[in-house]
């Protein structure tokens, strides 16, 4: 069982950066790839990153790519989204989420096992 926890949401001005944080509980944290997904008012759960359990596959959204960076430390058990040049677009509640690993690319939210509470991000114009 995994448990995550996600942090460094916050409000910020359009053109600016933010830096989310995912610790996963338990010992087995290498073997699970990781994403990061996000929930706007009234909209469904989109697809934004995901890192593979070694660290060397990501993947990204189309509206994120050169913006945003995952990145994950196994050994601190920490997933990390670095968000630069940020748009009011990209407000959204972001959850960090957890699956077995697997060769496949994940991309949908039913595909990952485990997610943490979400931390909101919030872009002003």
């Known amino acids: 069982q995994v448990q995550l926890v996600e942090s460094g949401g916050g409000l910020v001005q359009a053109g600016g950066s933010l830096r989310l944080s995912c610790v996963a509980s338990g010992r087995t944290f290498s073997r699970y790839d990781m994403g990061w997904f996000r929930q706007a008012p009234g909209k469904e759960r989109e697809f934004v990153a995901t890192?593979?359990?070694?660290?060397?596959?990501?993947y990204y959204t189309d509206s994120v790519k050169g913006r945003f960076t995952i990145s994950r430390g196994n050994a601190k058990n920490t997933v990390i989204l670095q968000m630069l040049s940020l748009k009011p677009d990209d407000t959204a509640v972001y959850y960090c989420?957890?699956?077995?690993?697997?060769?496949?690319?994940?991309?949908?939210?039913?595909?990952?096992?485990?997610w943490g509470q979400g931390t909101q991000v919030t872009v002003s114009s």
């Open positions: 989420a957890a699956r077995i690993l697997n060769v496949e690319i994940a991309t949908t939210p039913r595909e990952y096992d485990h």
């Open positions: 890192i593979s359990w070694s660290g060397d596959n990501t």
